[in-house]
């Protein structure tokens, strides 16, 4: 695929814009008297990755953006991939991007809440942010500002590059009845939504996406969450566990990110810095709508083939979720100076993302379930 079909065949008005500055390359081109554009000064950068090669939507959207990044650029910064263990462990993209092992990391925030309690709030924090309004806030609402800031003190630049959506709520073995039932329970939950497990008697862990299936298999864990059910599908769960619970409390909108050696970024050309930030802008919209595409599909292949039981949240697990996530949530005011920082800031736009979406999303789909499926 050449560069101009590659941009002509991606319809925003981004990659429409990254095309113009591309126009106008300083030192990537020359025209000469004899002939074409002669390219000089190519980079090669390794992505390195906390998904499993080829994995549907995670590993598969890290590939489309090195892909994106080497089209829009026309090979002068050719981006190559590296799935998790063939480089790295798969939590150990911070750590490689940040130490200059690799250029570039395809990763969630969340994994890395050990470096700052902030970074959770760029991924999925329980009773968050939606899709989309994690985008909003990040892009618009002075999150990608303190991003950054974060990220620098590791020698990192992070962009935001994709969303899943709303999570599912998890795999279990057992039918859950009661809060009681969680009392012992060993579940696979990163972040914050693991320290809300804590506190209603679970024994949380972060596990690696790879890992989990072995995990529940062998019986170390008893529960796990992972994403939804086209991601769900492809890991098999259903084999194994066969109660699937929502909603997902923990996850309402989880966050992607390329993170960058902060050092190499810079070096960069200006044109070359606008293709990879325009490349990561136009995967986070690519990502979130293949996930949207595919869910419901997985979702019924699981019912009618796997025999898999949709479950809710008995009443009595859903409040004591949100109890303890309000206490989680509180206890960051006396955190580090910039996990209060971003959790104020963060905190502020979801008071008022609340108020709209009463009016705007949430009216709206209370009113098409309430004519088009009265009934359930």
Same mark, same amino acid.
């Given at each position: 695929? /050449?560069?101009?079909?590659?941009?002509?065949?991606?319809?925003?008005?981004?990659?429409?814009?990254?095309?113009?500055?591309?126009?106008?390359?300083?030192?990537? +081109?020359?025209?000469?008297?004899?002939?074409?554009?002669?390219?000089?000064?190519?980079?090669? %950068?390794?992505?390195?990755?906390?998904? $499993?090669?080829? !994995?549907?939507?995670?590993?598969?959207?890290?590939?489309?953006?090195?892909?994106?990044?080497?089209?829009?650029?026309?090979?002068?910064?050719?981006?190559?991939?590296?799935?998790?263990?063939?480089?790295?462990?798969?939590?150990?993209?911070?750590?490689?991007?940040?130490?200059?092992?690799?250029?570039?990391?395809?990763?969630?925030?969340?994994?890395?809440?050990?470096?700052?309690?902030?970074?959770?709030?760029?991924?999925?924090? $329980?009773?968050?942010?939606?899709?989309?309004?994690?985008?909003?806030?990040?892009?618009?609402?002075?999150?990608?500002?303190?991003?950054?800031?974060?990220?620098?003190?590791?020698?990192?630049? $992070?962009?935001?590059?994709?969303?899943?959506?709303?999570?599912?709520?998890?795999?279990?073995?057992?039918?859950?009845?009661?809060?009681?039932?969680?009392?012992?329970?060993?579940?696979?939950?990163?972040?914050?939504?693991?320290?809300?497990?804590?506190?209603?008697?679970?024994?949380?862990? /972060?596990?690696?996406?790879?890992?989990? !299936?072995?995990?529940?298999?062998?019986?170390?864990? #008893?529960?796990?969450?992972?994403?939804?059910? %086209?991601?769900?599908?492809?890991?098999?769960?259903?084999?194994?566990?066969?109660?699937?619970? %929502?909603?997902?409390?923990?996850?309402?909108?989880?966050?992607?990110?390329?993170?960058?050696?902060?050092?190499?970024?810079?070096?960069?050309?200006?044109?070359?810095? #606008?293709?990879?930030?325009?490349?990561?802008?136009?995967?986070?919209?690519?990502?979130?709508?293949?996930?949207?595409?595919?869910?419901?599909?997985?979702? +019924?292949?699981?019912?009618?083939?796997?025999?898999?039981?949709?479950?809710?949240?008995?009443?009595?697990?859903?409040?004591?979720?949100?109890?303890?996530?309000?206490?989680?949530?509180?206890?960051?005011?006396?955190?580090?100076?910039?996990?209060?920082?971003?959790?104020?800031?963060?905190?502020? !736009?979801?008071?008022?993302?609340?108020? %709209?979406?009463?009016?705007?999303?949430?009216?709206?789909?209370?009113?098409?379930?309430?004519?088009?499926? $009265?009934?359930?």
């Amino acid at each position: 695929m /050449n560069r101009r079909d590659f941009i002509a065949g991606t319809a925003t008005g981004l990659v429409v814009g990254a095309a113009g500055t591309y126009a106008a390359l300083k030192g990537g +081109k020359q025209q000469t008297a004899s002939g074409p554009a002669v390219v000089k000064n190519k980079l090669e %950068w390794r992505m390195v990755t906390s998904w $499993p090669d080829k !994995f549907p939507g995670l590993g598969t959207s890290a590939d489309r953006l090195a892909a994106r990044i080497t089209a829009m650029s026309d090979g002068r910064l050719t981006v190559k991939v590296f799935a998790a263990g063939t480089m790295v462990p798969p939590l150990g993209v911070f750590d490689a991007v940040s130490q200059g092992s690799a250029e570039m990391g395809h990763t969630s925030a969340y994994y890395y809440q050990g470096k700052s309690k902030a970074f959770n709030f760029f991924s999925a924090v $329980p009773f968050g942010l939606t899709a989309n309004e994690l985008s909003a806030w990040i892009h618009y609402g002075g999150g990608q500002q303190l991003w950054d800031e974060g990220y620098a003190k590791f020698g990192l630049k $992070p962009f935001y590059c994709g969303n899943t959506g709303v999570q599912m709520g998890g795999w279990f073995r057992k039918e859950l009845k009661s809060l009681e039932d969680f009392k012992g329970l060993k579940m696979r939950m990163p972040g914050l939504g693991g320290e809300v497990l804590r506190r209603i008697g679970a024994t949380a862990e /972060n596990t690696a996406g790879g890992e989990i !299936f072995a995990a529940l298999s062998s019986g170390r864990i #008893d529960a796990t969450e992972w994403v939804g059910p %086209w991601n769900d599908l492809a890991f098999g769960f259903y084999k194994i566990a066969k109660n699937y619970y %929502w909603p997902g409390f923990h996850e309402p909108g989880t966050g992607f990110e390329c993170s960058i050696n902060k050092a190499k970024f810079d070096a960069l050309p200006k044109d070359l810095q #606008d293709i990879v930030a325009t490349a990561c802008r136009a995967e986070a919209e690519a990502m979130l709508s293949e996930f949207n595409r595919h869910n419901g599909d997985a979702l +019924k292949v699981l019912i009618e083939q796997h025999g898999v039981q949709l479950r809710r949240f008995p009443d009595d697990v859903m409040t004591a979720f949100a109890k303890a996530s309000n206490e989680v949530l509180a206890e960051l005011e006396s955190a580090d100076d910039l996990t209060k920082r971003t959790y104020q800031s963060f905190k502020k !736009f979801r008071e008022e993302a609340i108020s %709209w979406a009463k009016l705007s999303e949430q009216g709206y789909l209370d009113m098409r379930q309430r004519t088009l499926r $009265p009934n359930g």
